[in-house]
Structures are given as structure tokens and as C-alpha cells.
């Protein structure tokens, strides 16, 4: 069975940074399309930045700049780093995994992904 456990979430004031973690227990990492999307209450779960098995990196508009992905292979582990938080990056955080190839535009969607995570809460404060 597939896991997807991720940590690293927390509370920060605006400016701030924080790094998420999803370990992928039992498989290989790099045979594996990743991302990291999140979800807002009230608000549909949303791509924020995607690592795809061919290499390609792809983030959503709102977080170019401030956030990058980024894979340990050695160490199984997706990471996501994110610098100059604002408030609406509040959310709960997920990571999500996919054995196929996906393209830019399939890579936010969410009925791509067949492996998620539990999720890591993210809380920014102004």
C-alpha cells in the first residue's frame, strides 16, 4: 500500500518561511509524478506546485517566486519550500502522487492523482 506522509506545517507570521515533507514509503520516488496542493476552507483543493517523473517542474501563479519543489531521491522525500508566506497561503496542505506521466496542464488536476497524503496544516498570520 502506498503512503504518503507529510509534515513540516505550522504557524508563522507574513514574510515567514516554512519546508514541507512527504515521505513515499515503499516506492520509488522518482518513478512517480508529485505535487503539493492545498486546501482553504470553503474553497476547492488547488495545485500549488508539481514535479513531474520527467522532470518537469510546474507552480501555480500565486506562488511563483516564493515557492520551489524539490525531490530527495536518496532519501524518498518530497519537499516543498516556502518563503515570504502571506495570509492566504493558509491552508491545509497535501501531497498527492501519480505513476503516469502527466503534462503541464494535467499536472493540477486532481482527479490525476491517485496517492494522497493526510495533510499538514499551514497557518499564516498578518
Known amino acids: 500500500q502506498v503512503q504518503l506522509v507529510e509534515s513540516g506545517g505550522g504557524s508563522v507570521q507574513s514574510g515567514g518561511s516554512l519546508r514541507l515533507s512527504c515521505v513515499f514509503a515503499?516506492?520509488?520516488?522518482?518513478?512517480?509524478?508529485m505535487a503539493w496542493f492545498r486546501q482553504a476552507p470553503g474553497n476547492e483543493r488547488e495545485g500549488v506546485a508539481a514535479s513531474g517523473r520527467d522532470g518537469t517542474i510546474t507552480y501555480a501563479d500565486s506562488v511563483k517566486g516564493r515557492f520551489t519543489i524539490s525531490k530527495d531521491n536518496a532519501k524518498n522525500t518530497l519537499y516543498l519550500q516556502m518563503n515570504s508566506l502571506k495570509p492566504e497561503d493558509t491552508a491545509m496542505y497535501y501531497c498527492a502522487a501519480n505513476t503516469f506521466f502527466l503534462t503541464t496542464v494535467q499536472a493540477f488536476d486532481v482527479t490525476r492523482y491517485n496517492y494522497w497524503g493526510q495533510g499538514t496544516q499551514v497557518t499564516v498570520s498578518s
Open positions: 515503499k516506492y520509488t520516488i522518482s518513478m512517480y509524478s
